[in-house]
């Protein structure tokens, strides 16, 4: 882990937007690119507001950067897949959206790669439902593009 | 995000105090649940864990998601892939729809060999057909519609057309200079270039069916249409000489039969020559190499070559990837439309 010295030496405080207020060290929260410039200007009386991040994903976020280990990458695999294992699909989207609004360092990658896992080989209707996109293209439109790529749509798993 | 919410955001500035209670009201909403709220580099970032095959799908699902995948390069979505796995693989081409046409091929890479290709296509028949073959600059389509249509490559027009009785099905044909050989149903049928046809029917009667047909070139015919393989004459350099025109050699039809035999017919004598025992399962496919081997492929997915001059099994070979459905593909791509100047080979002979 980076350990960046940071200008103030108190701990951050970041209010998560049901209202959870949690204290980190300069060194977590250094790594949430997105909060990053605001660090030095604040002191143990600054709470920074997360509006799109809820207290379950913040919680996953400290617990991923204070408990990756700085050692081989071995333990680092190790630990990320047993960090994304007892997450439900559910959890692992909201989290996704939490990690990407806050840049957080090296877990936006993992969230990613985990994510991109689940709709590894699904069909469209399959992708629509659990992203819950609204499907946008009139049959027309969609039949063509299919039609295009149509080697592509060979052999999708059941969903 | 509406405009009272900026205010809170951490982005734009930090809350100045602790929030009060009406405060905290006002920045409760409810949390984003799909992914549209996300951007598109966050999309983007999920994108590039992706095969081609996910990144078409995903294209597929909205607009928007479409517009990102449409618009970014492919080695945008590569390049993260490739720092990672230091591939030598990186894509060059701009446009990830300008190299989707590539990626079928590679898809197919079965049957296709990779490199650039040109392809013309045109409409051949009224309905699907599913055979096609090619020599000198010729194209022969039928296997589908009552009618065989032989096409010029030069002038991309049907020369001939030649049409099947009606009481038969044509199951496969094969063709040289002079003439179109074609199975239907348990029948050989000729018909010659100048225009006469001949059906002569199975002559023991009791045929098999079959599935799958080729004829053995006429060896008289040009050495210069058959190079010996460098490797083969690297070899063995005595062999050579087969390769040069030989005296008179029968025409033969090879016929894949539905017992996993293989038969030969001599087209003059109008009788079956020899009867190969190549698979326990129907044939479905089967081609002559150039020393005239036969290799046929059958429903249970494995490969067998023969040599018929001396009935020796050369080689079983048997892949679990290979089932019956690719070995169509190997030897006849379904068309109706066809589709020309792909450069097809059988990528399980072991001999090129």
């Known amino acids: ?159 | 995000m509406s405009k009272q919410q900026r205010d809170f955001t951490a982005a734009e500035k930090m809350d100045p105090a602790p929030s009060s209670s009406a405060n905290l009201k006002k920045k409760r909403r409810v949390a984003p649940s799909t992914l549209l709220s996300l951007d598109c580099d966050i999309l983007a970032m999920i994108f590039t864990f992706l095969d081609m095959f996910d990144l078409v799908h995903c294209s597929v699902v909205c607009k928007f998601w479409n517009a990102i995948i449409e618009s970014r390069s492919l080695r945008e979505f590569y390049q993260r892939k490739v720092k990672k796995d230091c591939s030598s693989e990186i894509p060059e081409k701009p446009l990830l729809n300008a190299i989707l046409g590539g990626i079928a091929m590679k898809h197919h890479k079965l049957a296709l060999q990779s490199g650039v290709c040109l392809v013309d296509q045109w409409k051949g028949h009224s309905t699907m057909v599913s055979q096609c073959r090619m020599k000198m600059g010729m194209v022969v389509t039928g296997v589908g519609d009552k009618v065989i249509r032989l096409w010029s490559l030069d002038r991309y027009k049907c020369i001939e057309e030649y049409s099947v009785p009606d009481m038969f099905a044509l199951v496969d044909f094969d063709f040289d200079e002079g003439k179109i050989v074609g199975l239907i149903g348990s029948r050989l049928c000729i018909w010659r270039r100048n225009g006469k046809r001949s059906i002569f029917p199975a002559p023991e009667g009791t045929f098999v069916k079959g599935s799958c047909m080729r004829t053995k070139e006429d060896l008289m015919l040009p050495a210069r249409r058959r190079p010996p393989s460098p490797k083969h004459a690297a070899k063995n350099p005595d062999t050579i000489h087969t390769f040069q025109p030989r005296p008179y050699f029968d025409p033969e039809a090879v016929i894949g039969c539905n017992d996993g035999t293989v038969r030969v017919f001599d087209m003059y004598s109008r009788r079956c020559s020899q009867i190969i025992r190549m698979h326990s399962a129907p044939i479905t496919c089967l081609c002559l190499s150039e020393d005239q081997l036969i290799v046929s492929g059958s429903t249970s997915g494995s490969i067998a070559i023969s040599d018929p001059s001396s009935v020796q099994q050369v080689a079983t070979l048997r892949s679990s990837d290979c089932r019956g459905k690719n070995l169509y593909l190997l030897i006849g791509i379904p068309v109706n439309r066809i589709a020309l100047r792909i450069t097809i080979k059988l990528s399980a002979h072991p001999f090129y």
């Open chain 1, 1 to 159: 882990m980076a350990e960046k010295a940071s200008p103030s030496s108190n701990s951050i405080s970041l209010k998560t937007v049901d209202g959870k207020i949690f204290k980190v060290s300069p060194a977590i929260a250094n790594q949430m690119l997105t909060i990053q410039p605001l660090i030095k200007d604040s002191d143990s009386s600054t709470i920074i507001s997360l509006p799109d991040v809820a207290a379950f994903h913040l919680t996953k976020i400290i617990e991923y950067l204070e408990g990756k280990p700085a050692a081989a990458p071995s333990a680092v695999d190790a630990f990320e897949a047993q960090f994304v294992k007892d997450l439900s699909p559910e959890e692992l989207k909201g989290l996704l959206i939490a990690v990407g609004y806050l840049k957080v360092n090296g877990l936006v990658d993992l969230m990613a790669n985990t994510v991109a896992k689940l709709i590894e080989n699904k069909s469209v209707e399959y992708v629509r439902k659990f992203f819950g996109v609204v499907n946008d293209f009139t049959p027309a439109e969609e039949a063509k593009c299919r039609q295009e790529h149509a080697w592509a749509f060979d052999g999708v798993d059941e969903d």
